[in-house]
């Protein structure tokens, strides 16, 4: 018998956690295992990369139940179960898949819809019904990287939202840093919270400050919009501070409504929503570290001329 898959572990995952227990990541590996009964042989089997393969798989079964509610992690490496997963769990006694959290689409105890995070995926990714037969190695290994890459980002997103704003502002502060626009001898700065006037932070990009950047950062859930007022309100604190370019940054989205007005208005006003602020993290370096390079490698025909 073949080990279970990673969403098959999902529904194994919620039962050894209906104790209501706070278990450490490690040991819940060992919950699991135990429970569905892998034997020694599969508790041995190893990954490429020397990842234990029930590790990896029950790994991925609790980031997909984090993502859509279902598993709680109260701090780094701890999961819980919650409402949302119990009745996940009562209603597919016969087990989990993934069309099965796509029903959490909509749910308000779901931090993230399963809706905006396929919609995250598949920007990055191939068409999901594409039979992973049908890529070349290449295409299917690209395809794993943009799956890997949109976990990663749902994941930065639920934390950003999850912490308090003077973090978030501090984040997109150093993701603008490292995406270059401090310029060599800039620096950035995080307002004062009682007295920011609209304003979060200020790149500036040069070192006597007379090229700046105003920022805005708001955590809004994934699914929801900043709208054309809190634009408008951006707008009205760059002209206060007779400033003529700013970026507003969320971890939700933002209305047809604000875009519209961000590119009509004569003031350059960026707006970076959830999505491309995940992704802006995830190739600039920020709040990511690499856990692993392949190298794909081709003949080399001058060695054979």
Do not use: C
């Amino acid at each position: 018998m073949a080990m279970l898959t990673w969403d098959e572990f999902m529904k194994p995952v919620l039962e050894v956690l209906t104790d209501g227990e706070i278990q450490r990541r490690r040991a819940l590996y060992d919950l699991v295992a135990d429970h569905v009964g892998l034997t020694d042989e599969e508790r041995a089997e190893t990954l490429n990369s020397g990842q234990l393969k029930f590790h990896n798989r029950i790994g991925w079964a609790t980031s997909y139940l984090n993502r859509v509610g279902a598993l709680d992690r109260p701090s780094r490496g701890h999961y819980s179960i919650t409402d949302v997963g119990r009745k996940l769990l009562a209603d597919h006694p016969e087990g989990i898949a993934e069309r099965d959290l796509r029903a959490l689409a909509g749910d308000a105890d779901a931090p993230h819809t399963w809706h905006a995070l396929q919609a995250m995926e598949q920007r990055g990714a191939e068409d999901q019904a594409v039979d992973s037969a049908e890529l070349d190695p290449i295409e299917q290994v690209e395809q794993g990287i943009a799956r890997i890459h949109a976990d990663v980002a749902s994941d930065l997103l639920q934390r950003l939202y999850s912490h308090e704003p003077a973090f978030f502002e501090q984040a997109v502060l150093d993701l603008l840093m490292a995406m270059g626009y401090g310029g060599a001898e800039g620096k950035a700065t995080r307002t004062q919270l009682s007295s920011d006037g609209g304003i979060d932070g200020v790149v500036d990009q040069d070192a006597l400050g007379l090229s700046r950047i105003y920022v805005q950062a708001k955590r809004y859930a994934l699914d929801s919009s900043v709208g054309r007022p809190e634009i408008q309100a951006f707008v009205g604190a760059l002209h206060g501070n007779q400033a003529n370019q700013g970026v507003f940054l969320t971890t939700g989205r933002f209305s047809s409504g604000a875009r519209q007005y961000a590119e009509t208005i004569g003031t350059r006003v960026i707006l970076i929503d959830g999505e491309r602020l995940a992704g802006l993290m995830i190739r600039y370096g920020v709040g990511v570290q690499t856990k692993r390079t392949v190298h794909i490698v081709e003949v080399d025909e001058d060695f054979f001329e």
